[in-house]
């Protein structure tokens, strides 16, 4: 859903600027339940306030509670089929490509320094590899990133 909402919100739109989007992002993550729904609850305030966001929410809740039963339905109507259950690892790769399409491109937008780049990577690695907990690595990152820029102020004191 993220490469889809930033499609329409950030380039078609213009709802929301890039900076804005990774905000929405952010916010969506740490927020109990669907990201979708979050970020669409963040844009519609944004741009209508308390209504906004009421609307915003009842517009992708109630074509997806529609979709999950329209779902279930059909799966309990289809069976075990091998078919269908090929159709989902095409899915799940699909997926998993759009996730990557979008990492990529919001960290091109957001990652400036050599820093930032090697923080991504290790909280990547940490993640993906070794279990850590993503709510982990984000409390290091922040205080990797505030020790680094302590660092970097001092530095730049020193010099003048």
């Keep these: 859903m993220i490469p889809q ?4 919100a950030v380039d078609e739109k213009k709802w929301l600027t890039d900076e804005e989007m990774l905000d929405c992002i952010a916010l969506g993550q740490s927020l109990p339940g669907v990201i979708a729904v979050n970020m669409a609850t963040y844009i519609g305030r944004k741009l209508r306030g308390v209504p906004g966001a009421v609307a915003a929410t009842v517009g992708v809740v109630i074509p ?3 979709a999950i039963l329209l779902a ?7 069976g075990d089929n ?5 159709a989902f690892v095409g899915v799940k790769a699909a997926v998993c490509g759009l996730i990557a399409v979008t990492m990529v491109r919001l960290g091109k937008q ?5 820093f930032q780049w090697v923080i991504m990577f290790a909280g990547g690695i940490a993640v993906c ?5 993503a709510i982990l690595v984000i409390s290091a990152g922040i205080a990797a990133g505030i020790m680094y820029s302590i660092v970097s102020e ?4 020193n010099k003048k």
């Design 5 to 8: 909402i930033q499609q329409i």
């Design 64 to 66: 997806a509670i529609i």
């Design 72 to 78: 279930v339905w059909f799966l309990d109507f289809i």
């Design 82 to 86: 091998g078919f269908v259950y090929g």
């Design 110 to 114: 957001i990652l400036k320094t050599p």
């Design 129 to 133: 590899f070794f279990g850590i907990s």
């Design 154 to 157: 001092k530095r730049e004191n």
